[in-house]
């Protein structure tokens, strides 16, 4: 059930000597920026050139309403079900790798259309929709992750890499696992919260089209939170222009060694792309100080909590939505265990970013079907000096 969010405030102080910025936003912090901000006369009090005023489209919504007038989930019938099985048996006939899923060796002759429409839905509409009801209990590990990257084929059929490396040798790792690795690896490794319990940000990832499927929930907590960046820019253009100008501008943002000098990229966290031919306005923001504090104060205030269950899928437009997670708790019986696939369909994609085509062609440029790979149990991503990710033990 869909509810708006409430997410307490928590606060976390940067680094002795650095500036007062810290992965975890900080209300009061948030708050004296404001304070001091808004009182500068130099402050920008127009948006810049080109900005729309106000956003109108589907992509612009409020936690508060949106299930008042959307059904943000699709369940699973009987009949849905039986083809899926048909499909599961007959890609396993074909012995082939995982890599050679597609929406010709997964066959889903009646459910295809609706795949389709909940595309549409992604790109063109809401942009989120949950698919509900895989019987996780019913089937082994490999068997799951065959059939959520069967049913994503045919809503988004590109699968991006998430790592270019596995146990050692060049790999398209295309699934990830999302799940509290801290007791089974040293936390000094850890640097994501992704692989503990603790409650993610407001952000986004890399791609077009970002998809998670619960193996299992947690014990408690661990909400899905997901707000409008639309609705969010709304709030912001017609409070804080000067926000949406220093969002426009070029940010330097680290690559964490993953890529040569200078080990950065300089690209505004904001883009505007105006009506053109067949294509609509589009606004899209990468989320990488108090322009990225009210992104995250004004998503949370205005964003819709999704509780995962075991079965559900979560698809998501990535250029259209933030996300965040609550904190949550395991227990001995429940772990929370989630696997995700970054997607792009290339029938309805948006037309990419001239300044964030470099990292888009490093999540989908050059994949495979022959490199790709689909780890079966969690593993940490490759670290920042650029080491190989390796399964947790």
């Given at each position: 059930?869909?509810?708006a969010?409430?997410?307490p405030?928590?606060?976390?102080?940067?680094p002795v000597?650095?500036?007062?910025?810290?992965?975890?936003p900080n209300?009061?912090?948030?708050?004296s920026?404001v304070?001091r901000?808004v009182k500068?006369?130099?402050r920008?009090?127009?948006l810049p050139?080109?900005f729309p005023?106000?956003?109108?489209?589907?992509l612009?919504w409020d936690?508060?309403?949106?299930?008042?007038?959307?059904q943000?989930?699709?369940?699973?019938d009987?009949?849905?079900?039986?083809?899926?099985n048909?499909?599961?048996k007959?890609?396993?006939?074909?012995?082939?790798?995982l890599?050679d899923?597609?929406?010709?060796t997964?066959p889903?002759?009646?459910?295809h259309?609706?795949?389709?429409g909940?595309?549409?839905?992604?790109?063109?509409?809401h942009?989120?929709k949950?698919v509900?009801?895989?019987?996780?209990?019913?089937?082994?590990?490999?068997e799951?992750?065959?059939?959520?990257?069967?049913?994503?084929?045919?809503?988004?059929?590109k699968?991006?890499?998430q790592?270019?490396?596995?146990?050692?040798?060049?790999?398209?790792?295309?699934?990830?696992?999302?799940?509290?690795?801290?007791?089974?690896?040293?936390?000094?490794?850890?640097?994501?919260?992704?692989y503990?319990?603790?409650?993610?940000?407001?952000?986004t990832?890399?791609?077009?089209?970002?998809a998670?499927?619960a193996?299992?929930?947690?014990?408690?907590?661990?909400?899905?939170?997901?707000?409008?960046?639309?609705h969010?820019?709304?709030?912001?253009?017609?409070?804080?222009?000067d926000?949406?100008?220093?969002?426009?501008?070029p940010?330097?943002?680290?690559?964490f060694?993953?890529?040569?000098?200078p080990?950065?990229?300089?690209?505004?966290?904001?883009?505007?792309?105006p009506?053109?031919g067949?294509?609509?306005e589009?606004?899209?923001?990468q989320?990488?100080a108090?322009?990225?504090?009210?992104?995250?104060?004004?998503?949370e205030?205005?964003?819709?909590?999704?509780?995962?269950?075991a079965?559900?899928i979560?698809f998501?437009?990535?250029?259209?939505?933030?996300?965040?997670?609550?904190a949550?708790?395991?227990?001995?019986?429940k772990?929370?265990?989630?696997v995700r696939?970054?997607?792009?369909?290339?029938?309805l994609?948006w037309?990419?970013?001239?300044?964030?085509?470099d990292?888009?062609?490093k999540v989908?440029g050059?994949v495979?079907?022959e490199?790709?790979?689909?780890?079966?149990?969690?593993?940490?991503?490759?670290p920042?000096?650029g080491?190989?990710?390796?399964a947790?033990e």
């Amino acid at each position: 059930m869909a509810a708006a969010a409430t997410l307490p405030p928590t606060f976390a102080a940067g680094p002795v000597g650095q500036p007062d910025i810290a992965y975890t936003p900080n209300w009061d912090t948030y708050q004296s920026r404001v304070e001091r901000h808004v009182k500068d006369e130099k402050r920008a009090k127009e948006l810049p050139q080109g900005f729309p005023t106000r956003l109108d489209s589907d992509l612009v919504w409020d936690g508060q309403t949106v299930s008042d007038k959307y059904q943000w989930w699709y369940k699973l019938d009987e009949a849905d079900i039986e083809e899926i099985n048909r499909a599961l048996k007959h890609f396993k006939s074909l012995g082939k790798p995982l890599g050679d899923i597609t929406q010709e060796t997964f066959p889903l002759p009646k459910l295809h259309d609706t795949l389709r429409g909940i595309s549409k839905e992604i790109h063109l509409g809401h942009g989120f929709k949950v698919v509900r009801g895989i019987l996780v209990q019913n089937y082994t590990r490999e068997e799951n992750i065959i059939i959520y990257a069967g049913l994503a084929s045919h809503v988004a059929p590109k699968r991006g890499r998430q790592d270019k490396s596995f146990d050692g040798k060049p790999a398209d790792v295309v699934l990830a696992h999302i799940k509290d690795l801290t007791a089974t690896v040293d936390p000094h490794r850890i640097g994501a919260p992704a692989y503990t319990t603790e409650k993610q940000v407001f952000h986004t990832d890399a791609g077009d089209v970002i998809a998670l499927f619960a193996l299992e929930a947690a014990a408690e907590g661990g909400e899905s939170y997901l707000a409008s960046s639309w609705h969010v820019y709304n709030q912001l253009a017609a409070t804080r222009p000067d926000l949406i100008k220093t969002l426009s501008e070029p940010w330097d943002s680290d690559e964490f060694g993953k890529s040569g000098p200078p080990g950065y990229t300089a690209r505004p966290l904001l883009y505007h792309q105006p009506a053109e031919g067949d294509a609509e306005e589009r606004l899209i923001i990468q989320r990488q100080a108090e322009a990225l504090d009210a992104l995250h104060f004004t998503a949370e205030k205005a964003a819709v909590s999704l509780e995962f269950q075991a079965g559900d899928i979560q698809f998501v437009n990535n250029l259209s939505i933030f996300h965040a997670r609550g904190a949550f708790k395991d227990s001995p019986e429940k772990h929370r265990h989630l696997v995700r696939l970054w997607l792009r369909d290339e029938e309805l994609a948006w037309k990419t970013p001239l300044q964030l085509q470099d990292r888009w062609d490093k999540v989908y440029g050059g994949v495979t079907a022959e490199n790709q790979v689909f780890p079966l149990e969690p593993f940490l991503r490759a670290p920042s000096s650029g080491g190989q990710p390796k399964a947790a033990e």
